[in-house]
C-alpha cells in the first residue's frame, strides 16, 4: 500500500462505526459516472463482500476515518478488511481484491513494482479531469 497517503488511519473503523470486517468503499453517488462503475462491481459482488457507502447517504462515516467531505469528494476511499484506508488506485485494489473476476488484477499490479504508484498518478489526473467534464459531476474546481 502507498504509505505517503494511503496509510493506516489512528481512527480505524470498528464495530460501533458499521464495520463488519468487510472492505468499506465510499463513492460519490451524485456522479453519473461514478454510479456506472460502482454498479458494474456491485452487480459482480453476489456474496456481498463488500460495503458499498455512497458519500451522500453516509457521510457521517468520513468523520470517523478523519476524512473531510472535499477530501472524499477529489478522490475514491476504501478501507480494507483490516481498516487501513486507500485511496485512488489504491481503493481500486481493496475493492478489485474481494471481488470474483478481479482478484487477478489485484495481485498483478499489487506484485509488479511501480505499477500501482503510476496507476495512481493516472487516476489523480483522470480525477481532476473528471471533476470539469459537462454533466458528469458537479464538484467545486481546484482553487
Keep these: 500500500m502507498n504509505t505517503a497517503e494511503n ?7 470498528s464495530q460501533d462505526d458499521g464495520f463488519d470486517g468487510r472492505p468499506m468503499v465510499f463513492y460519490d453517488g451524485g456522479c453519473p459516472l461514478c454510479r456506472r462503475e460502482i454498479g458494474h462491481y456491485r452487480r459482480l459482488d ?7 457507502l455512497d458519500l451522500h447517504s453516509h457521510p457521517e462515516q468520513l468523520d470517523r476515518l478523519g476524512v473531510t ?3 472524499a469528494m477529489k478522490r475514491m476511499h476504501a478501507c480494507d478488511a483490516e481498516g487501513r484506508l ?4 489504491y481503493a481500486f485494489v481493496t475493492v478489485w481484491s474481494a471481488l470474483p473476476g478481479y482478484r487477478w488484477l489485484a495481485r498483478v499490479v499489487s ?6 504508484p503510476v496507476m495512481d ?21 481546484d482553487s
Excluded: D, H, M
Aim: with cysteine; proline share 8%.
Design 111 to 116: 506484485a509488479i513494482p511501480g505499477v500501482l
Design 121 to 141: 498518478f493516472g487516476y489523480g489526473i483522470f480525477a481532476r479531469y473528471r471533476r470539469r467534464q459537462p454533466a458528469t459531476c458537479e464538484l467545486p474546481k
Design 69 to 71: 467531505w472535499e477530501q
Design 46 to 52: 453476489k456474496a456481498g463482500r463488500v460495503n458499498w
Design 7 to 13: 496509510s493506516s488511519v489512528s481512527s480505524s473503523p
Design 86 to 89: 486507500t485511496t485512488g488506485a
